[in-house]
């Protein structure tokens, strides 16, 4: 090989080089284009984000107006029921609400509170003021499709309430066979999700030795039930049974009352005055509440 051949070997190959290090300084690489200069990645060319989540935020927004609606409607209609039993002293059934000659309305009174669970508040409405057949607590529920209350439970005013939706509620009145201090007839309720409203799933009387040896009709007290010797037994009549009442000893008794309590909490129920100011103050509140 001459002289001449090897330098212009070396001339390509200078060319070849200077091409190659001007294609790498510009990029290029296989055909595709680079990112322009100052664009940064791919991410920083997307939109900007509007802070709501992609596909999400329009029927998010729809869910919660429609809850701040119904909660609209929800207090207006408690409300309302309220300011009917106070100025015209009809529930919302239309019944007349019983009250004493002088008996002022402000000391009845009215609670807002998720009684019975179901995650909705319920009004609940205690006519304390009142003579003994008219001394009543009732619970309302507020129909979204309708727009109206509806009753869920209505029982005298001596009511316990549990956070598993069960209530106990005494009886108005003693007439049973039980003379003790400590124990007094009372009927427990079971809330029924099913049906929106509560079940009688029992109620409960006693029969004390000492002071009643027979009951009404003659019968002497069943000491074969009285197992433990304390004169004491229970009557217990079965929610929707037109029976006698099933007779139980103390022990028995207790462990039927603890299918139904045994592990649950009284529920503190935050009651106010039956005043204007706290009615009209309703609508301003938050719901459920």
Known sequence: MNDRTISSLLIALAYALALALTLIACGTSGGLSSVPPGSGDASSRLPASSGQPSGGGTSQSKAQGSAMTQGSAMAQAYQDALEDIYNKRVYPNGDLVDLLPDARMEENHFALFDVDGDGTTELLYRNDNSTMAGMVTNI?????????????????????????????????HNH????????????LYQYDTGGDGYLMTGYADGWEKETFPEDWDGNPFPDDVDQDGDGMIYLLTFGGQEVAATQLDGPDFEKWLDTYVAGAAELDIPWQDMTPENIQAITGLSFPY
């Not at 979204?144 to 005013?157: A, I, M």
């Not at 049973?176 to 009927?187: E, I, M, N, T, V």
């Open 176 to 187: 049973g066979l039980s003379g003790r201090d400590d124990f007094w007839p009372f009927a």
């Open 140 to 172: 309302y529920s507020f129909h979204e499709d309708t727009g109206k209350l509806y009753l869920e439970l209505s029982g005298f005013v001596g009511m316990t309430f549990y956070d598993n939706g069960v209530i106990r509620v005494m009886a108005s």
